[in-house]
């Protein structure tokens, strides 16, 4: 490969934050036609250099070639003139608008001073065919899933021109089946001439699909490398900058009484259906079982039903042997049921509260910590910092609201304080979402922990192989029912997957051609 | 039955005169006193030409809510002190309340900078103008639309019963539709007399038609007087006359808007003679309060030394205190006019008894 | 030492001071197109304030309402709901005290708690409807609390004009002197100031908010429901007890401005037209305060020394009350908009930087 191949190249980006140096001389080249990952943990610097890549940030030192020249990048509209268009990770759509509209949203073809949308449904249309997208124009972006939604994203940056693009976390919000079609999309893209940067933390992804990888670790570069003739474990280990073990060690389980009995539970949704169809399982002491299954098939109902928070219509809902069905969410925490909810912002913690009240906000109102109707703080604060020293919660203090923690940080706290709680039932719903490698080994290994002393774990995630790794037992739910059981050492994602679709072919368009 | 054709005949000389007085609007005519039908701007204005007996002296008043613009009573109070200024050279400021609690403060404020005389305009400010004589015995201070007693405040009240009867004949004979509204600001004795005596004129000369009464409980939201007026011109009627302060000009409003959209309507004013303000295309005439003429007159008193706490003074008919502007005979026909002029006298004369209110 | 210096050097205590320095300039500018003297007015202002006992005295009287509905907001906005009905809330405790105060016989030790207790609890019980009505109804707080404040105001003059009114005056009947909550002797000291004993139940109030919000169970809970009632619901939190109860302590502490402004300034309820505005200044004084029980007491001293500081303005410098609504406008405006303050500040700080580098 010659010089000429690379388009862009960044070399020595510095850049300082207030009390921080997110990137310090940090280089990195992309080739023509190349997929180029950039890994590193949450806060490495990984976004901070592609913003500036984007113009969102102006680096403090350093400079920047586009296919060869100097460049000032000073704002997203000069990135887009280059060549640069970037897939964000929240996606930045209008809903009510059709996915044409939201595409040319910005730069709109006009016929006189209307907007010419026949013309621009037809270059939608194209562009869409050209890579193999399959995205509807006329479709408004709240019909359409979450995977074409992001397909839209790429379709904008497509028609204003980028040949380079840039996917954060592209795959952070996907479903097994879409992560599958958006890897053959980016193929396609390559293939065609564009060449792509992406950021991850998820090594697998990085192994399937990219052609180079770059790691950076606190804001500094640590190497460049093809993937090929890498393993996974390399990599994580140059990503954290230690040893790390992505296999869990677990010893097979000693399975105790049941604690939780679900018998032909009754559930609805949001719409009134049937979420929960005649769910029926059982957990035991001493076992972590899995819940595989696509988003959307009942996982959330089933939650909020075992947690008291959605009405049962009918069926039973047995804790340690008790009919439970119907109590309200604090007897049921009361009865040993804790809960690591799917979406920490939302429901997990109150953000904008110091640590110290989020470390509480279950059992606030036990005797240990409030007197005669007024709040024991010293009691609260010296079990905020037990538990932090604990769990090894990152946070300059207990009066640090929750929302300065880094992801990771927030979810260990959580789990600090369900774990904290001497549950019978731990549940983990989601537990690793968004978070890193080092995060996520921490975490496998909590809840590994609490199988062997003796609780009952039930995990609900989206990530097969996270399911996997854990369970004793993998339950696939597929429109709010238990639609097999089977052993993790005996199945394969494969037939994993077949199950989650109820061994319908995959939805969707994209593998059609 | 005799002495009553003369005093027709009488008034209908004096009408015809005050008529022909209105088309040359000269002010210079001092004989005024016995103009009986108009009111002219200012009865001691001849007697007074600008001399500086005010020199160093203070006066001052404090507005209801409605402030100093109100285009009413606050507004004809604030001309009079002006005009004392202009003849006699005496300071006179206000201040403007913006809610109930400003009333006492804002006494206080003159009464504290030693004003000679704080005026409290209107029936509102009545507690507040007590409590602050009891506060402060040596300061002068009087009221107009309430009775204060105390021996340092002079109240200045008027017989609008009786003016209030006069435009009740005005409306009475040139309703077409033989439905009249009247609009009130708070029902209090003061709107009862405007409301009473109207209600008496009206049926004095038209026993038949309907009154249709709305009280909006305010002086200061016009909008509340346009709803109030809309109410009414929808339910037929094709003059109302009102007696609720700014909350009236919403009236004047909703009367213009209907009449440019080709209705005939009218709207009888008050205090002043609103027909300056919001032209005569729908001012019928006004009855007008001369509480420009209170404030001067009172004001003047203390200057000359005879200002006289405690006392309650009502102006009616026979002082020129209520009664109908020069301007009326623009939209009021002469006959009218002439009848009203029977009625006031019948009234000076107490032939007939104003139904009033306490 | 270091710690009130840093406490004073934080962003949250500049970002206030320059946005009322700024709000004070522009409102400076604004008189000087006028063709007012600001520097006049501004020290008018001040010595109107600070002048003399009698205006000090009657600007803690403006500042405590302030105080009160002030809390309200700030209270119901930290538990995530938008209390625009401070202003019914207000009337409301008023009317409840009114009836007591008037109506009730009964020694003082007993007679004025009743009235206060009885006030509170009306105001609370008129804030707890719409609590009510979201939780289980899921109405927006913000639509039936400005609906409740126009049903405040004409049951509180239905209430009036049927039990308490006294004929003629448009008020009701003055309250027992054991119902009053005046302090004679300090009234007396500062020249008869309406000084009474609200302004120490609003610093208690303070006091209590903090207390209440910040230190005991049930204050976190309402919290935790303001800040994420999805994580309170998933901490088995009742999201809608808590939505009633804080609309309760939110109306109550606005009922209770408009009973010790009854029982303290007015000792007399009038039957009113429109609202007093002090519910709806309570809005700008949380909004000053950024809804921090200190903040607001902070930010009700400000707005109430500016609003009784307007009469001063207009009296000194013969500024309208327009142009200090103005002032008042755009220190709320400046405070609201603390990026702008940050940018300000952000230029000087690099002004300063290149200062020093050059």
Known sequence: MNKADTVVEMRNITKRFPGIVANDRVSFELKQGEIHALLGENGAGKSTLMNILFGLYQPDEGEIFVNGEQVVIDGPNKAIKLGIGMVHQHFKLVHPFTVTENIILGSEPTKGLAVNYKSANEKVANLSKQYGLNVDPTATIDEISVGMQQRVEILKTLYRGADILIFDEPTAVLTPQEIEELLVIMRKLVEQGKSIILITHKLKEIMAIADQVTIVRRGKWIDTLPVAGMNPNQLAEKMVGREVSLKLDKKSAVLGEPVLELDKLVVKGRQGLRALNETSFVLRRGEILGIAGVEGNGQSELIEAITGLRPIESGSLKVLGTEMAGAKTRKLSEAGISLIPEDRHKHGLVLDFPMRENMVLETYYLPQFSKGGFLDYDAIDAHAKRLIAEFDVRTPGIHTPARALSGGNQQKAIIAREVDKNPEILIAAQPTRGLDVGAIEFIHKRLVEQRNMGKAVLLISFELDEIMQLSDRIAVMYEGRIVGEVDPAQTSDEELGLMMTDFKAPQGGGQRE | ?358 | MNKVIRLFTKDSAVVPLVAIVLGLIVGAIIMLFGGYDPILAYRSLLKKVFGNPYDFGETLTAITPLIFTGLSVAFAFRTGLFNIGAEGQYIVGMTGATIIGVQVNAPWFIHAPLAIIVGALCGGFWGMIAGYLKAARGVNEVITTIMLNWIALHLGNYLVNTFVLEPGKGRSYFVDDSAAVTIGWLSRAMDNARIHWGMFFAILAVIFVYAYLWRTKSGYELRVVGFNPDAAKYAGINVNKGVVKAMFISGALAGLAGVFQLLGVFLNQPISAGHTGHGFDGIAVALLGGNTPLGVLFGAILFGTLSYGAAGMSFGADVPPEIIRIVIGSVIFFVAAPGIIRWVLKQLRLRKNKGEVA
């Open chain 2, 1 to 358: 039955m005799k002495k009553t054709a003369k005093i027709a005949t009488g008034i209908m000389l004096v009408a015809s005169l005050a008529l022909t007085a209105c088309g040359a609007k000269n002010n210079n005519n001092t004989n005024e006193g016995a103009s009986p039908v108009a009111s002219s701007p200012a009865a001691s204005e001849a007697a007074s030409p600008a001399s500086s007996a005010g020199a160093g002296k203070k006066f001052a008043m404090v507005t209801d809510v409605g402030g100093v613009n109100d285009k009413s009573f606050n507004q004809s109070a604030w001309e009079g002190l002006q005009k004392l200024s202009k003849d006699t050279t005496a300071e006179v400021r206000y201040l403007e309340s913006k809610e109930a609690t400003n009333y006492l403060t804002n006494i206080n404020q003159f009464v504290r900078e030693k004003y000679d005389l704080t005026w409290g305009i209107g029936f509102l400010l009545g507690d507040a103008i007590t409590e602050a004589a009891k506060q402060n015995p040596d300061a002068k201070l009087a009221i107009i639309d309430s009775v204060v007693e105390a021996p340092n405040v002079e109240s200045v009240t008027f017989a609008e019963n009786e003016g209030s009867f006069l435009v009740g004949v005005v409306a009475g004979m040139m309703t077409k539709t033989n439905k009249i509204g009247f609009v009130g600001g708070i029902d209090i004795p003061v709107i009862k007399r405007f409301d009473l005596g109207f209600e008496a004129g009206v049926k004095a000369v038209n026993p038949d038609a309907q009154i249709i009464k709305n009280y909006t409980g305010a002086f200061d939201k016009p909008d509340l007087g346009k709803a109030a007026a809309a109410t009414i011109y929808n339910d037929g009627a094709d003059i109302i006359f009102h007696a609720a302060g700014g909350t009236g000009n919403g009236v004047f409003n909703e009367a213009k808007e209907r009449k440019s959209s080709g209705k005939q309507v009218w709207v009888i004013g008050v205090d002043k003679d609103q027909s300056i303000e919001f032209g005569d295309d729908v001012t019928l005439t006004s009855m007008l309060k001369r509480v420009d003429e209170a404030v001067y007159r009172i004001s003047k008193d203390l200057l000359d030394g005879k200002f006289a706490g405690g006392k309650v003074t009502v102006l009616g008919l026979k002082d020129n205190g209520v009664g109908l502007p020069e301007t009326s005979s623009k939209n009021v026909p002469a006959d009218v006019l002439a009848k009203v002029e029977e009625y006031k006298n019948k009234i000076i004369s107490g032939e007939i008894t104003v139904p009033t209110a306490q």
